[in-house]
């Protein structure tokens, strides 16, 4: 081989020297990258977790309200409509009691007359 030749072949193998150099620093580059990705990513998992646990709670703890008030409505509806329907009843038996009262006192008026006669 000559001289230049060999020159070049040594230029080759320095630059395929950097080159790879090079690459192993953009793999190292990554790797630390990929390091600090996770590192970031299990911290946002970690505060996502406590932020949807606090909303978990939450929706539990408005559907368990949700459900009280409306059995609570169902209740107090019935209570309302039974106490309305009594009271229709009781004053409907007041004004029957009110009418065989007015009947009794007439007959009895009737009766003492008679017996005055």
Do not use: P
């Amino acid at each position: 081989m000559n001289e230049k030749t060999e020159k070049v072949r040594r230029q080759a193998v320095t630059d395929l020297n950097v080159v790879v150099e090079r690459i192993d620093n953009v793999k190292e580059t990554i790797e630390d990258y990929r390091k600090e990705n996770k590192e970031a990513h299990t911290t946002i998992i970690k505060k996502q977790d406590y932020t949807n646990g606090k909303v978990r709670s939450l929706q539990i703890w408005k559907a368990t309200m949700a459900g009280g008030l409306i059995i609570l409505s169902m209740v107090a509806g019935y209570i309302i409509s039974d106490y309305c329907s009594n009271k229709k009843a009781i004053t409907e038996g007041e004004k029957a009691t009110a009418v065989n009262y007015e009947i009794i006192l007439k007959n009895s008026e009737n009766i003492q007359r008679m017996l005055e006669q």
